[in-house]
Structure formats: structure tokens, C-alpha cells
């Protein structure tokens, strides 16, 4: 059973720059590609990028490519997302997942969730 605990959002202005974290059980690196998702507010669900367990392969959405960064800490067993630049767009729930198969996660597919953190750009 993977657990993934994520954590540090909360309000930041446009412009502005936030980091997440999400906090997997032992093993999960090894075994999982890991990912970020976001649901705003009357919308599905999408992907905003994900990491190979190997760290060799990342994907990011296009929405957020040159101003988001997926990162993992293996000593920590943590996945992080720094988000730079952050627009009001950018609010929504995210949320941390995970999938043995990186390309079956890039296309919303995941095996186990986190519960989510909330991020609000103000304008």
C-alpha cells in the first residue's frame, strides 16, 4: 500500500512562487513513477506533470512548462513541485499520485492519491 501525504499549499500572490511536497511511504521511488495533478473548480482533473522513478524522464503539462519543476529527494522519499510565476489559473486542488507505469500516469491514470492541498493565486 503507497501513501502519499502532500503538503505546503496555500495563498500566493500572482508572480509569486510556491512549493509542494508530497510525502511517499519507503520504496515508493523504486517502484512508481509519481505525479502532480490539479482540479480547479468546476473542472476534471489534469495532469500537471510527473517524474520516472529513475529521475531520468519528467512530463509537464503545457500550461506549466517553464514555470513549474518536479523534483524528487530519494533520502527523503519526497516529490516536490516548485511552481514559479504562478498565475490565477494556477488555483486549484493538487494533488500527489502515483502509477508503476510513468506514460500510463501521464494519461491520468494513477493507483493510489493523495487527499490534496489547496493552492489560491490571487490576482
Known amino acids: 500500500q503507497v501513501q502519499l501525504v502532500e503538503s505546503g499549499g496555500g495563498l500566493v500572490r500572482a508572480g509569486g512562487s510556491l512549493r509542494l511536497s508530497c510525502a511517499a511511504s519507503?520504496?515508493?521511488?523504486?517502484?512508481?513513477?509519481l505525479g502532480w495533478f490539479r482540479q480547479a473548480p468546476g473542472k476534471e482533473r489534469e495532469l500537471v506533470g510527473a517524474?520516472?522513478?529513475?529521475?531520468?524522464?519528467?512530463y509537464y503539462t503545457d500550461s506549466v512548462k517553464g514555470r513549474f519543476t518536479i523534483s524528487r529527494d530519494v533520502a527523503r522519499n519526497t516529490m516536490n513541485l516548485q511552481m514559479n510565476n504562478m498565475r490565477p489559473e494556477d488555483t486549484a486542488v493538487y494533488y500527489c499520485?502515483?502509477?508503476?507505469?510513468?506514460?500510463?500516469?501521464?494519461?491520468?491514470?494513477?493507483?493510489?492519491w493523495g487527499q490534496g492541498t489547496l493552492v489560491t493565486v490571487s490576482s
Open positions: 517524474i520516472r522513478w529513475s529521475a531520468a524522464l519528467t
Open positions: 499520485a502515483a502509477h508503476p507505469t510513468f506514460w500510463t500516469l501521464t494519461t491520468g491514470r494513477a493507483d493510489y
Open positions: 519507503d520504496g515508493t521511488f523504486e517502484t512508481y513513477a
